[in-house]
C-alpha cells in the first residue's frame, strides 16, 4: 500500500526519532531558555506517542517545576538545599579550576552558584564539564560548614551527573532509508528538523541554509556566513548539537581556544566539532598577535602548538558576522569584510577560509519560517550530524567523480565543503553524476568562489579567476 501522506512515508521509516516541532511552543516551557535538543529531550520523556495531551502537558510542566527551575525559584531552592533535601535539577553545569586553592569550582546557573563543588570522579567522566559547560541532570547535596579547613564554608555538591544523550545510534539504517525519500522530500525533512518551515524557503534557499551544517557534519571547515541581523545565523548552532560550541562576540584567549598551560586543560578546537565566533564583528582576541597566527596555522594544517604544547584537532571553524545592506538587499560594500576586525581584513587569512556563505540571500526569520511538522529529534540528528562526520569515503567519491581547478586551497575548499553536502543530501551515496554536480559540487565552489572574488580586490597578487570543475 503507498503511503498517502509525508506524514506517513515519514512515520513508516523513521517513526521512533521524529518528533512534531510545534510542541517546544505548546509544551510550556514558558521563558526558560533551553536548546532546543533539552527540550525535546523533555517532551520525548512524557509525550513517547507524539500527542500532547493534557495528562502528557501536566507531567511535563511539573518536571520543568521540579527540575528545570527558573530565577525565580533559586533561593527557594537553596533553602531546600539548605533544609538538608537532595536535588535533582537540569542546567548547564561548567567547572572551572582555581589553582590558588586547588579546587574545582562548579557553576550552577540557574541557582546563581559560583562556587559549588564537585565530586572527582563526575570530573573525570565528563571533561567536557571543563570545556564550556554540558547540559545535563545533576544531583546536588549541601554541606553545611565545618571547622575542616577543606571546608570552611557552607557548599553545594553535585555527587551524580547523567548528561543529555540519546541511546543507541544505528546510522547505517538512517543512511539506508534515505534511499525511500526524493530530494525534494529529504530536503523538507531536513530543513524541519533543524527547526525550519520549508514552505518559507524555495529549493535554492533551502541549499543554502543547509550549508550552515556542513561544519558540523564534515572535518576541519571553515566557513564564515554575512548576513544581515534577524536571519538565524546562530541559530542551528546552539539548538541543534551538543558537539558545537558558540563564542559570542567579547574577548577570546589563546588558553581557551588552544590550550591552557597554567591548568593543562586542552581547549575548545579539541573538545568539539566546531567552534562557532558568533557576532564577529563585536570579537576581540587577548593578545591578539598569538591568537591569530596560531588560529591561521591551524586553519591550514589542523595542528597547533602553545608552549610546549603540540596538538592536531578535527574542528571546525566558523564566523558569523553581519553585513550591511543596500536598497537593493545586496552587501552595500564590494569588499564584504570592510567593517570587520583587521584580522579579517588580512588576506592571508581570508585565504583560509573554505567559503562564504552568502546569508544576505536568506530572509529574516518571522513566525512562518519556523517549523510546526514532524522532523527528526534533535538530539539524535544532532548525533547523526557527529557519527557522519567521522565516516569516511565521502570526499574519495567526490574526487573520484571531478577534477578541482586553481590552487590547492580551492581544491581543498570545494572537496570538503562538497563531502559536506554529500553525507547530508546524499549519505547512502546512491545519486546520480547529476545531482552530485548541481547539489553538492556546485554550493561548495560557489562558496569558495566567494572568497576567491574578494581575494582578488583586496589584494593584487588574488588575480581573479573562476574556479573550474571538470567531470573524470
Known amino acids: 500500500m503507498m503511503d498517502n501522506r509525508p506524514e506517513d512515508k515519514l512515520s513508516k521509516h523513521f517513526g521512533e526519532v521524529l518528533v512534531d516541532k510545534s510542541l517546544m511552543e505548546k509544551a510550556g516551557f514558558g521563558t526558560r531558555s533551553v536548546p532546543t535538543y533539552v527540550g525535546e529531550w523533555i517532551i520525548d520523556r512524557f509525550c513517547p506517542s507524539g ?3 493534557d495528562e502528557a502537558r501536566s507531567k511535563i510542566q511539573q518536571f520543568i517545576r521540579a527540575h528545570l527551575p527558573s530565577k525565580d525559584q533559586r533561593e527557594s531552592l537553596k533553602n531546600r538545599l539548605a533544609e538538608g533535601e537532595t536535588l535533582t535539577i537540569m542546567d548547564e553545569f561548567s567547572v572551572t579550576v582555581d589553582l590558588d586553592t586547588n579546587v574545582r569550582k562548579l557553576r550552577i546557573p540557574s541557582l546563581d552558584i559560583e562556587n559549588g563543588r564537585i565530586n572527582k570522579a563526575i570530573l573525570d567522566q565528563y571533561p567536557l564539564l571543563l570545556i564550556g ?18 571546608h570552611a564554608k557552607g557548599e553545594v555538591r553535585m555527587i551524580d551527573f547523567s548528561p543529555m544523550q540519546i541511546g543507541a545510534l544505528n546510522l547505517d539504517y538512517f543512511c539506508t532509508q534515505r534511499a525511500e525519500f526524493s530530494l525534494e522530500e529529504w530536503c523538507r525533512l531536513l530543513m524541519t528538523s533543524i527547526g525550519y518551515n520549508p514552505e518559507a524557503y524555495d529549493f535554492d534557499k533551502q541549499l543554502l541554509l543547509l550549508g550552515r551544517l556542513v561544519p558540523l557534519v564534515q572535518s576541519r571547515v571553515n566557513l564564515i ?40 586543560i586542552p581547549g575548545l578546537l579539541t573538545r568539539y566539532d566546531v567552534v562557532v565566533f558568533d557576532e564577529v564583528q563585536t570579537l576581540s582576541f587577548d593578545n591578539p598577535g598569538e591568537v591569530i597566527g596560531v588560529l591561521k596555522d591551524y586553519m591550514e594544517s589542523g ?16 564566523m558569523l558576522a553581519n553585513v550591511p545592506l543596500d536598497s537593493s538587499k545586496h552587501p552595500a560594500n564590494e569588499i564584504l569584510f570592510t567593517h570587520l576586525p583587521a584580522f579579517l581584513q588580512e588576506t592571508a587569512f581570508i585565504d583560509r577560509l573554505h567559503g562564504i556563505l552568502p546569508g544576505w540571500e536568506l530572509p529574516r526569520v518571522t513566525p512562518k519560517c519556523l517549523a510546526t511538522g514532524p522532523g527528526f529529534k534533535a538530539d539524535f540528528f544532532g548525533e547523526v550530524i557527529h557519527e557522519l562526520r567521522r565516516s569516511a569515503g565521502y570526499i574519495e567519491y567526490v574526487n573520484a567523480k571531478c577534477k578541482i581547478g ?10 570538503r565543503m562538497a563531502a559536506g553536502y554529500l553525507k547530508l543530501l546524499y549519505p547512502h551515496l546512491q545519486l546520480t553524476e547529476h545531482e552530485l554536480f548541481e547539489y553538492c559540487i556546485e554550493p561548495a565552489r560557489r562558496f569558495r568562489q566567494l572568497v576567491r572574488d574578494q581575494l582578488s580586490l583586496m589584494d593584487p597578487e588574488f588575480e581573479r579567476t573562476s574556479i573550474l570543475i571538470s567531470k573524470v
Open 133 to 150: 559547560g554540558m547540559w545535563g541532570a545533576g544531583k546536588l547535596v549541601y554541606m553545611p560548614p565545618s571547622s575542616e579547613a577543606s
Open 303 to 318: 595542528r597547533f602548538s602553545r608552549g610546549r604544547q603540540q596538538a592536531s584537532a578535527e574542528a571546525s571553524i566558523v
Open 406 to 415: 586553481g590552487d590547492i586551497r580551492d581544491k581543498r575548499a570545494v572537496e
Open 51 to 53: 500527542v500532547l495531551d
Open 225 to 264: 556566513e554575512l548576513a544581515p541581523k534577524g536571519t538565524g545565523k546562530s541559530f542551528v548552532f546552539l539548538n541543534l548539537s551538543r558537539y558545537a560550541r558558540l563564542l559570542s562576540g567579547g574577548k577570546v584567549t589563546a588558553a581557551v581556544l588552544f590550550y591552557n598551560n597554567a591548568t593543562r
